[in-house]
């Protein structure tokens, strides 16, 4: 007879347990889905309700992001104001009495556009409707430039005196700044006003003179610069000059001067400005 030991025997409950187990095992299957498809519901009405919620509060915002992305980013108005071309400015306009009766005229206009140049623009100065004197010149960017005419001998009314620009031929400059920083480096020393009657070397003593050195601190050298010599009384200009230095090489130092043979107030300042357009490369000597 086989015997049986008393760990493999079950008691009383374990066996109802596993007969109720046996039993109800199907209505335990349905049961448990029933749980994981309320649970499925639950979770899909909470997800449900957290997005209206969400979409509720963020609605406003959302419709402002997406007309914002709609909506035109770049400033035209802006844009073309902040480059829209400023007409040439007059600054000042003299008439000066020289010798045997004639005159000279002084003009000082301004370009207001810093990143354009006038290549080429055509000038007059008018009284009435007589043209006294024209001619053609340029303008650097943002720059204060003078314009003159030299022993006028036309009638014509100082106090009608005008002068008019034309022909303007615009160029846009790109980081003109740092291109004049390079090639426009002068160095005026010993500026001296020398008043009718110091001359006394020259025996001329209705002439007065100018006398200055300049250096070119840039390291171009150039075939031809102008220089306008102005003098000024007060804010009034007095007098002006022109003179042309040649080949003007790098750091080279030249010593200059000009006379005006008439009767001039006190002169107060004496300025020097130089007169050529250093965005043409014809005027750079390479040697």
Do not use: C
């Not at 829209?84 to 004639?102: D, F, H, P």
């Not at 623009?121 to 003159?148: C, M, R, T, W």
């Not at 980081?175 to 001329?204: H, V, Y």
């Amino acid at each position: 007879m086989l015997k049986q030991s008393e760990g493999s025997q079950l008691s009383g409950w374990q066996l109802k347990l596993g007969y109720w187990y046996v039993s109800n095992k199907l209505r335990i299957k349905k049961i448990f889905i029933i749980l994981l498809i309320v649970l499925d519901v639950l979770l899909l009405g909470i997800s449900a309700i957290y997005a209206v919620v969400l979409l509720l509060i963020q609605a406003e915002p959302h419709s402002l992001m997406l007309k914002e992305l709609n909506k035109d980013l770049v400033n035209y108005n802006f844009f073309h104001e902040k480059n829209k071309l400023q007409n040439i400015e007059q600054l000042a306009l003299e008439v000066i009495r020289s010798s045997n009766g004639k005159y000279d005229l002084a003009a000082v206009i301004r370009n207001p556009n810093k990143e354009w140049q006038i290549e080429n623009f055509h000038y007059q100065f008018v009284s009435g409707a007589d043209v006294i004197s024209e001619g053609n010149s340029f303008i650097l960017p943002g720059q204060e430039k003078y314009i003159a005419a030299f022993g006028v001998e036309k009638k014509f009314s100082p106090g009608d005196l005008m002068i008019s620009v034309s022909d303007i031929n615009w160029r846009r400059i790109d980081d003109f700044q740092k291109i004049s920083s390079e090639k426009m480096k002068f160095e005026f020393n010993d500026i001296n006003f020398l008043p009718a009657g110091k001359l006394s070397s020259s025996g001329r003593y209705n002439v007065s003179q100018s006398r200055f050195q300049v250096k070119n601190n840039s390291a171009y050298n150039f075939w031809l610069v102008g220089f306008y010599v102005v003098l000024y009384s007060g804010s009034n200009i007095s007098g002006i000059s022109f003179l042309n230095l040649e080949d003007f090489s790098s750091l080279e130092t030249k010593s200059a001067s000009v006379n005006w043979d008439y009767p001039l107030p006190t002169i107060t300042k004496t300025e020097i400005v130089p007169e050529i357009n250093i965005l043409d490369q014809s005027v750079f000597r390479k040697n």
